[in-house]
């Protein structure tokens, strides 16, 4: 399978411990991105990186979340001191070159907070 | 609060009918727009997308029109069938910025009777 990859695809912690989530972008894709999406809404976005530089946060990434891009390759995001508000599907998408607004989704990680 | 954001719109047909998902824009800006089709558990599936170049895009049983006068989308899809159930989402984009994230709307709940 070729497609975006991510994992774990359900996560279940307690409020207050940390998580980390990873994403395997399409190969050769240089553009990658993160979103959340709460039960009933379209997804929104969270960060994006061209290559390994983290080009934008929203304002919704609050200094608990942290993503990085190491390689250029794949991408971890990391929420520390989780909150129930945190519960959402956490959704990694790619893109490439002159299909670059053509953003491929991988399945997404659910994470519950107890 | 999260009890409106489960109230999906919903459009019920019937198989073999022709169905009409309409999607409002926000951003006259914005020249870029796609559709997604989202099944339970799983990401955002790429059905088709329209530059603001053009009004209207045809791909195999489905058709994006653009209206940019009253920001309007919609994706018509041909002779419905029972996959087709899932909810669609529009979602634009300003492709010459600096991170072409995208914006998504309310999604349809798209409901195919046998």
């Known amino acids: 399978d070729t497609g975006v990859s991510q994992d774990p695809r359900h996560k279940i912690t307690k409020r207050g411990q940390n998580v980390t989530f990873r994403c395997d972008p399409i190969?050769?894709?240089?553009?990658l991105y993160w979103y959340r999406q709460t039960l009933g809404q379209g997804p929104e976005f969270l960060t994006y990186?061209?290559?390994?530089?983290?080009?934008?946060k929203s304002r919704l990434l609050s200094d608990r979340f942290s993503a990085e891009r190491p390689k250029g390759s794949f991408s971890t995001l990391e929420i520390q001191r989780t909150e129930q508000g945190d519960s959402a599907m956490y959704l990694c998408?790619?893109?490439?070159?002159?299909?670059?607004?053509?953003?491929?989704f991988g399945a997404g990680t659910r994470l519950s907070v107890l | 609060g999260e009890s409106v954001g489960l109230h999906l719109p919903t459009l019920s047909v019937q198989e073999g009918d022709n169905s009409i998902i309409n999607c409002a824009y926000s951003?006259?800006?914005?020249?870029?727009f796609i559709w997604y089709k989202q099944e339970s558990g799983k990401g955002p599936q790429f059905i088709i997308d329209?530059?603001?170049?053009?009004d209207k895009r045809q791909g195999q049983r489905v058709t994006v029109l653009l209206n940019k006068t009253v920001k309007h989308l919609s994706l018509q899809i041909a002779a419905t069938q029972p996959g087709d159930s899932a909810v669609y989402f529009c979602?634009?984009?300003?492709?010459?910025?600096?991170?072409?994230?995208?914006?998504f709307g309310t999604g349809t709940l798209l409901a195919v009777q046998p």
């Open positions: 998408a790619s893109s490439f070159g002159s299909a670059k607004n053509i953003q491929y």
């Open positions: 190969s050769e894709h240089n553009r």
């Open positions: 990186f061209q290559n390994e530089a983290q080009l934008e």
């Open positions: 951003n006259s800006a914005s020249d870029y």
């Open positions: 329209i530059r603001s170049n053009m």
């Open positions: 979602a634009e984009s300003i492709s010459g910025g600096a991170t072409n994230k995208l914006i």
